[in-house]
């Protein structure tokens, strides 16, 4: 049988910061920025066109929530109502 070799040199696989392997801490901060830019994504992502609609049942008086862009449940109860 041969003997398993590292996955990382050891040198890397030392190095620690208060306990913290460097490739868990490397993989902790690129989960962090992954997480950090779906919500931006998500705000930023805000679609107009769901504006309009928001706008349009509202003015009919089918819709009072916050004009956001964001297609939430009440949004969708709604235009459920309106289709009916």
């Known amino acids: 049988m041969h003997a398993r070799r590292a996955r990382y040199p050891v040198a890397v696989q030392e190095q620690a910061w208060l306990g913290v392997r460097y490739i868990d801490m490397t993989r902790r901060f690129v989960l962090l920025a992954v997480a950090v830019g779906l919500v931006i994504v998500r705000l930023v992502s805000a679609d ?7 706008m349009k049942l509202r003015d009919g008086g089918f819709y009072s929530g916050e004009i956001d862009g964001a297609y939430s ?3 969708a109860a709604t235009l459920t109502g309106y289709q009916t």
């Open 73 to 75: 449940s009440q949004l």
């Open 48 to 54: 107009d066109n769901v504006r309009v609609v928001q």
